[in-house]
Nanobody, 112 residues
Framework: VQLVESGGGLVQTGGSLRLSCAAS????????IAWYRQAPGKQREFVAR???????AYADSVKGRFTIARDNAENTVYLQMNSLKPEDTAVYYC???????WGQGTQVTVSS
């Protein structure tokens, strides 16, 4: 399984970004996919998860601001991020949940 994240960038406080995680391999549609993030000097932390049946879970810090969605036909998971804050600045990674498969990450920087 290969995962490729895209969509990161520099945005001002209150702005929005949409991240994409494109996956290869036949296991995508049957697996939960998660987003994590890692800020400088901090441990990687869970952000959001979407199951194969499309049920979702979010970290408290992003509830109401971030939305995760998937398109199984395109083997892609999206993370819509609204009302961004400086503390959202991090490298964002996608993961086949519970597996050792990770993407290379995409940088999100929110300026104050």
């Amino acid at each position: 399984v290969q995962l490729v994240e895209s969509g990161g960038g520099l945005v001002q406080t209150g702005g929005s970004l949409r991240l994409s995680c494109a996956a290869s391999g036949s296991t995508f549609s049957g697996n939960a996919i998660a987003w994590y993030r890692q800020a400088p000097g901090k441990q990687r932390e869970f952000v959001a998860r979407i199951a194969s049946g499309r049920s979702t879970a979010y970290a408290d810090s992003v509830k109401g601001r971030f939305t995760i969605a998937r398109d199984n036909a395109e083997n892609t998971v999206y993370l819509q991020m609204n009302s961004l804050k400086p503390e959202d600045t991090a490298v964002y990674y996608c993961n086949v949940f519970g597996s050792p498969y990770w993407g290379q990450g995409t940088q999100v920087t929110v300026s104050s």
